[in-house]
């Protein structure tokens, strides 16, 4: 009968991989306080389901869809008798299989459905693996494992997604589990009742030539006390092979001595061991570590002999043979402490309790938390990854039906996934259609809005992302703004390439004398202009750069930043021609150039690198109003702001409205409400009116004298005229 | 102790936007804020001196910095663009000494003025969250302003290092003010968006456009009203707003006021003002 915290993990494999993610399943289970047991589908009947609450199942597929062979039996079973509802199971699926298969991941879309069929409750999406299954696997694992740590018995929880998208017409309820947040990982008091119940002998058997294996005996029997075992170390002269089947857990260290032959002392025991009367040793768990010289043929033959010999005799080995040479102490720790571990497991009763492995060592290591110093070497403590709560939400658009909203799902997920892992695993288990651009973590074509920033999703840990108050991670994921979006998340950055295209990027270089090096004659540029060079083209992607500009979203015409500091740095490149250089000051100070970015405030927040870009850019814009001396909007605006500032210190709104707008300006100004809303306060909320007006509609503000009426200078104004003066002699 | 800034007062407040003026000393006095103008100080360039003379905003806005430093205080600004603008500044003198020996040579031979690099440059928000604190911001308010309010940051201000400890894409501080007193903070995603002040008079209808997709962006989220942490942004949003709506399929009307007048107003400073604004909000809000 199951326990309150129990659960069942089963696995249908054929080629292994299924049990060894059962296995390690349920080596995991003790971190969310689950006492797990791990079976294979032909050791199971149907009350083991019914009586279970928390049901992992892990089965791979066939041939042409078929169950593997230890799975085909319960299958039958479970599809050809009454099986009673199954409404108070909590269940989850991976189904391993390999999609170059018609029926890819079909047996595990059986026990799925199976299982939704009987009314059990679908904790964790299946996940369908291919044949690189680990990632996938362990994070369903672990997702898994959560969601059924915090089930309660009585009430099967449910988890939903939220979705206000159009696209779908699913419920869109969420259901709170409870204390979700209350997770315990500990289980030290169970532990403990554990390895202080019953039987708890551990033999320790040696052969020693040279007192290596005697030495390495007493050690750990001492040792085995902090795994709750005691140890008795046996010399195997004089030795009772028959007495061996009193023990439950035996170890075995023997050296090898001579051309693979017993050590003197161990010669008696081991005739008696391979004579035809030697007893079974069924019901015995055992291990053995082999101490040899590889420069000797028969390497630790003595040790393999008595690993094939306890085999045969139906003993349990439950950690392989280790073989150690000459420089034997690391290999020797580390077998000790698997071994002990794992004699640690075995119950009473003799039953090895794999489950219990990790909360044993993590209870032996932190009892024994002496660092770097001590026999063992470095302890390494047990770390335990809790799952972050997050929220996502992520932009859908359809463009069959023309229709878009928002996805939200509600995850537990670990925090060391990048954001883009976390796309892939929506797209796995929740929603194929899901569409992103993919790709390696620093691949520039997948960046993405994520909470307002731009960024590489691959480069974007969830643990670095804020969490609010309540814990909650809330991710909110969009397409890059400035692109068509082609659908969800994917964008059309084609037009950018067009761009590129047209604004012809490419050097021409003149001639020019090289500098004569060993290698030749060669074109030079001193280290300060190379640097700055480097550093404004030092950007992780075009299309990030492109998007971080708000203005080419809005922008007719404009081609956007990463486009004109490229061709500024190739502008500043020595090597160019003075056409080439004509050329690109033409198409910087287009209409469609550097003019057209209304704010680089925008440009420079997104990231480090861009406030060199933002000053590049900066310096672009310079360049480009100086060759227009100043004139047009663009030239007027930034020179009259100026001249106003030297004028009284403060920017005069007269000034500049009337200097770069012109009549007709302000006559649109006027008829568009624009001087209304000044004038009037429209919308104001009763401060003073005329000051403002004034200044928008009278013709005689631009003149140069008005100002004054409005402006009153700054104290020691004459400070700013002389830094005018010394500065800037244009004004 | 009073907590005690030089003040900057932005570019508009004494002209287009002069209900800043009228309404930053009143919640000053009520927090207990000492504000120490600095009536010398320049415009902080917004962006566009440096398009002409890079050096030339830098070393006006080094003289602001010298001011406040012999005054011993930070700066304090409610515009979200000079916050910016003068963070941008400080930060590119005290980056690069041999910029800052340079421009102080500059300053001692117009001026008489030496800047160290010990100043410091906050916006409201910042000072208000970080140092005044939403508790007592909550204690003083006796207008709960119970609208469905969107607060607007700009991207000045929104940048890693200036913004105090708020996240500079995914701020909370303006929603968190709105919350003290007494309003209903909208979340939406444009709070951080430009409105492209520094091209409002060149690229008019780029500007118009970023505006009304603001301003829609905020609508659309329930807002029956916009606070803007931005003066210069204010302008655009408010002023201009009967001209952007060409550049959008749907109406935009929406009432706009400073970040400054909402909270003049739930400290019931200004109480007819605050009648205005409530008719406004029946008849064109959202």
Same mark, same amino acid.
């Given at each position: 009968m199951s326990?309150?915290?129990?659960?069942?993990?089963?696995?249908?494999?054929?080629?292994?991989?299924?049990?060894?993610?059962?296995i390690e399943a349920g080596k995991e289970s003790s971190k969310y306080n689950l006492h797990a047991t791990v079976k294979a589908m032909d050791e199971v009947s149907v009350s083991d389901i019914v009586g279970n609450t928390r049901i992992m199942i892990c089965c791979s597929t066939w041939g042409d869809g078929e169950q593997p062979d230890n799975a085909e039996e319960f299958w039958e079973v479970v599809n050809s008798g009454d099986i009673p509802n199954l409404s108070t199971v909590n269940f989850s699926v991976l189904a391993l299989g390999d999609s170059s298969y018609d029926l890819f991941c079909e047996s595990g879309k059986e026990w799925d459905n199976w299982f939704e069929s009987k009314g059990a409750n679908r904790i964790h999406p299946r996940v369908d693996c291919d044949v690189d299954f680990e990632e996938p696997a362990k994070i369903w694992m672990d997702a898994t494992l959560e969601l059924l740590g915090i089930v309660e018995v009585e009430s099967p929880m449910m988890v939903k997604t939220v979705s206000d998208s159009k696209l779908e017409n699913q419920d869109t309820t969420i259901e709170e589990s409870s204390d979700n947040n209350v997770i315990s990982y500990s289980n030290e008091v169970s532990i403990e009742k554990f390895l202080e119940s019953g039987d708890r002998n551990l033999?320790?058997?040696?052969?020693?030539?040279?007192?290596?294996?005697?030495?390495?005996?007493?050690?750990?029997?001492?040792?085995?006390?902090?795994?709750?075992?005691?140890? &008795? !170390?046996?010399?195997?002269?004089?030795?009772?092979?028959?007495?061996?089947? @009193?023990?439950? =857990? $035996?170890?075995?260290?023997?050296?090898?001595w001579g051309e693979g032959e017993m050590p003197d002392n161990a010669e008696e025991l081991w005739k008696a061991a391979i004579e035809g009367t030697a007893p079974k040793l069924n019901g015995i768990n055992y291990s053995v570590l082999s101490l040899g010289d590889s420069s000797y043929d028969l390497f630790c033959q003595s040790g393999k002999d008595w690993d094939r010999r306890f085999e045969e005799l139906g003993a349990k080995r439950l950690v392989n043979r280790v073989d150690c040479d000459v420089d034997y102490e690391s290999m020797?720790?580390?077998?000790?402490?698997?071994?002990?571990?794992?004699?640690?497991?075995?119950?009473?009763?003799?039953? *090895?309790?794999?489950?219990?492995?990790?909360?044993?060592?993590?209870?032996?290591?932190?009892?024994?938390?002496?660092?770097?110093?001590?026999e063992d070497?470095?302890? #390494? /403590?047990?770390?335990?990854?809790v799952n972050l709560p997050v929220e996502v939400t992520i932009f859908r658009y359809d463009p069959e039906i023309n229709s878009s909203g928002k996805d939200t799902w509600l995850c537990s997920l670990p925090g060391h996934i990048s954001v883009l892992e976390v796309l892939r695993l929506l797209k796995n288990t929740h929603d194929g259609s899901l569409t992103f651009r993919d790709g390696h973590s620093n691949d520039p074509n997948t960046a993405l809005s994520i909470n307002g920033r731009l960024i590489l999703p691959g480069s974007l840990r969830l643990d670095s992302i804020k969490s609010k108050e309540d814990g909650k991670i809330n991710l909110r994921i969009d397409p890059l703004p400035c692109f068509r979006v082609v659908r969800d998340l994917l964008v059309d950055t084609w037009p950018l390439e067009r761009n590129r295209e047209s604004s012809k990027p490419w050097m021409i270089a003149a001639t020019r004398e090289g500098k004569s090096t060993s290698q030749g004659p060669i074109g030079v540029m001193t280290q300060t202009l190379a640097t700055y060079l480097h550093s404004i083209k030092?950007?992780?992607?075009? !299309?990030?750069?492109?998007? &971080?500009?708000?203005?080419?979203? *809005? &922008?007719?015409?404009? $081609?956007? /930043?990463?486009?004109? $500091?490229?061709?500024?740095?190739? =502008?500043?490149? /020595?090597?160019?021609?003075?056409?080439?250089?004509?050329?690109?000051?033409? *198409?910087?100070?287009?209409?469609?150039?550097?003019?057209?970015?209304?704010?680089?405030?925008?440009? =420079?927040?997104?990231?480090?690198?861009?406030?060199?870009?933002?000053?590049?850019?900066? @310096?672009? =814009?310079?360049?480009?109003?100086?060759?227009?001396? *100043?004139?047009?909007?663009?030239?007027?605006h930034a020179w009259w702001y100026t001249w106003s500032i030297k004028s009284s210190g403060k920017v005069n709104d007269t000034v500049l409205y009337r200097q770069v707008l012109g009549p007709l300006g302000l006559l649109s100004n006027l008829? &568009?409400?624009?001087?209304?809303?000044?004038?009037f306060g429209f919308t104001r909320t009763g401060g003073n009116m005329v000051n403002d007006g004034l200044g928008m509609v009278l013709p005689p503000a631009g003149?140069?004298?008005?100002?004054?009426?409005?402006?009153?200078? #700054?104290?020691?104004?004459?400070?700013?005229?002389?830094i005018f003066n010394e500065l800037d002699g244009r004004f | 102790m009073p907590l005690k800034y030089a003040y900057h007062p932005g570019n508009v407040s004494h002209s287009s936007a002069p209900e800043v003026k009228d309404t930053m000393f009143p919640i000053a006095k009520t927090l207990g804020i000492d504000l120490t103008i600095m009536e010398g100080a320049t415009s902080c360039g917004a962006g566009i001196i440096r398009q002409v003379n890079n050096r030339l905003q830098l070393t006006l806005n080094a003289r602001t910095f010298a001011m406040a430093e012999s005054l011993g205080l930070d700066i304090l600004t409610p515009c979200a663009a000079t916050a910016g603008n003068l963070n941008e500044d400080l930060q590119t003198l005290l980056k690069d000494s041999i910029l800052l020996a340079e421009i102080n040579s500059i300053l001692a031979k117009t001026c008489g003025l030496e800047f160290k690099g010990g100043v410091k440059v906050h916006h409201l928000l910042h000072v208000l969250v970080e140092e005044v604190g939403l508790d007592k911001?909550?204690?003083?308010?006796?207008?709960?302003?119970?609208?469905?309010?969107? %607060? +607007? +940051? %700009?991207?000045?201000?929104?940048?890693? %290092?200036?913004?105090?400890?708020?996240?500079?894409?995914?701020?909370? +501080?303006?929603?968190?003010?709105?919350?003290?007193? %007494?309003?209903?903070?909208?979340?939406?995603?444009?709070?951080?968006?430009?409105?492209g002040t520094p091209g409002l008079l060149s690229e008019e209808p780029t500007v118009l456009r970023q505006s009304a997709n603001v301003i829609l962006d905020a609508k659309d989220e329930g807002a029956e009203i916009i606070v803007s942490a931005c003066n210069l942004s204010h302008t655009i949003l408010d002023v201009y707003q009967g001209k952007a709506s060409r550049f959008s399929e749907r109406p935009i009307n929406i009432p706009i006021i400073h970040m400054t007048e909402m909270i003049d107003f739930a400290f019931g400073h200004h109480n007819t003002r605050l009648a205005q604004l409530r008719t406004r909000i029946a008849v064109i809000g959202n």
């Open positions: 326990d309150a915290r129990s659960l069942l993990i089963l696995y249908g494999s054929q080629s292994g991989n299924s049990e060894e993610v059962a033999s320790i058997l040696f052969g020693s030539q040279s007192g290596n294996s005697e030495e390495l005996a007493a050690k750990i029997a001492k040792k085995s006390s902090k795994y709750g075992l005691h140890g &008795s !170390v046996f010399d195997m002269d004089g030795f009772d092979f028959n007495s061996l089947s @009193n023990h439950k =857990r $035996v170890l075995i260290i023997c050296s090898t020797a720790t580390q077998w000790s402490l698997d071994a002990l571990a794992s004699m640690a497991a075995v119950d009473e009763t003799g039953n *090895f309790h794999e489950e219990r492995l990790e909360m044993i060592r993590n209870f032996a290591t932190g009892s024994d938390a002496v660092g770097a110093s001590g070497g470095f302890h #390494v /403590p047990s770390l335990i990854s030092d950007y992780q992607s075009s !299309v990030l750069l492109h998007a &971080s500009s708000d203005t080419t979203p *809005f &922008s007719e015409s404009y $081609v956007g /930043p990463s486009l004109i $500091v490229s061709a500024w740095a190739r =502008r500043n490149d /020595p090597r160019i021609s003075d056409t080439k250089k004509k050329e690109i000051d033409e *198409f910087i100070g287009s209409n469609s150039g550097i003019k057209a970015e209304t704010d680089f405030s925008s440009i =420079r927040r997104q990231d480090a690198n861009n406030i060199a870009i933002s000053g590049a850019l900066l @310096n672009a =814009r310079t360049s480009a109003l100086s060759q227009s001396s *100043f004139n047009g909007r663009h030239g007027k008829f &568009s409400g624009v001087t209304a809303r000044m004038l003149i140069g004298k008005m100002p004054r009426q409005f402006n009153s200078s #700054v104290n020691n104004h004459h400070e700013v005229i002389a | 911001i909550e204690s003083k308010v006796k207008n709960p302003l119970n609208f469905k309010i969107a %607060g +607007y +940051y %700009g991207p000045n201000m929104q940048q890693s %290092g200036m913004c105090g400890e708020d996240d500079a894409f995914d701020p909370s +501080y303006l929603e968190d003010l709105i919350q003290a007193i %007494g309003g209903n903070a909208v979340s939406w995603d444009s709070r951080t968006q430009s409105v």
